[in-house]
């Protein structure tokens, strides 16, 4: 079983639309972010969290919010959703403090908004 | 902004070749540095990473150049092979780590 799962793999929704993406770690991670992926751009940090009563803002967080139901689980919702959140997007963790600071993905969730 | 950027977006090598992939950073306060490998379908895997306080670090046929002046680094990658095709990501963190800035991303095609 994978140590962090995304679901759904791949959604198909309407502009306007509330959708719900959702990610749960085996890892034990405090640290879960969640990033967006379109090409040309890279990996763009959307929002993370570094424990269960803490969530920040990344670089690209309007029109997405997020919720961290435990310490294993991080959803990302998109309220009203438009065609430019049409991306590949990301769920990942990491563990808080040392020098260890490898971040380990999820295998995407593929969203496309018509 | 960009706070790392990346080049190329696309490389094609012949096998044996040595690819090489740039980065640039702005932020001084940086102090991590990895590289990321995706493969088509999946999610990004940390393949090396380096610290500003070393130059060069080497894992296998991987190698980064770290020129911390120039605000500047880099992956090589020895003997390539077609099982290396994939997208390359370069990343910055600071603070010990967290949350990773990414570059554009370089994806690699290496011809058998």
């Known amino acids: 079983d994978a140590d962090v799962t995304q679901t759904p793999r791949n959604r198909i929704t309407k502009t306007g639309k509330r959708i719900m993406l959702e990610c749960s770690q085996t890892?034990?991670?405090?640290?879960m972010y969640w990033y967006r992926q379109d090409p040309g751009l890279g990996l763009r940090l959307i929002y993370y969290?570094?424990?269960?009563?803490?969530?920040n803002k990344g670089e690209i967080s309007d029109g997405y919010s997020v919720s961290r139901q435990a310490q294993a689980k991080f959803s990302l919702s998109l309220e009203s959703a438009i065609p430019n959140q049409t991306a590949l997007y990301f769920c990942?963790?990491?563990?808080?403090?040392?020098?260890?600071?490898?971040?380990?993905f999820g295998q995407g969730t593929r969203l496309t908004v018509v | 902004q960009q706070q790392v950027k990346q080049s190329p977006q696309s490389l094609i090598v012949q096998k044996g070749g040595i690819p090489i992939i740039n980065c640039a950073y702005e932020?001084?306060?940086?102090?991590?540095f990895p590289w990321y490998q995706q493969f088509p379908g999946k999610g990004p895997a940390l393949l090396i990473a380096?610290?500003?306080?070393?130059s060069e670090k080497k894992e296998g046929r991987f190698t980064i150049s770290f020129n911390k002046s120039a605000k500047q680094f880099s992956l090589h990658i020895m003997d390539s092979q077609p099982g290396d095709s994939a997208t390359y990501f370069c990343?910055?963190?600071?603070?010990?780590?967290?949350?990773?800035?990414f570059g554009q991303g370089t994806e690699l095609s290496v011809k058998p």
């Open positions: 969290s570094f424990d269960v009563k803490d969530i």
């Open positions: 990343a910055a963190a600071y603070n010990q780590g967290g949350k990773l800035i």
């Open positions: 890892k034990g991670h405090d640290r």
């Open positions: 380096i610290r500003p306080d070393v």
């Open positions: 990942a963790t990491s563990e808080s403090g040392g020098m260890n600071t490898e971040a380990f």
């Open positions: 932020n001084t306060a940086f102090d991590y």
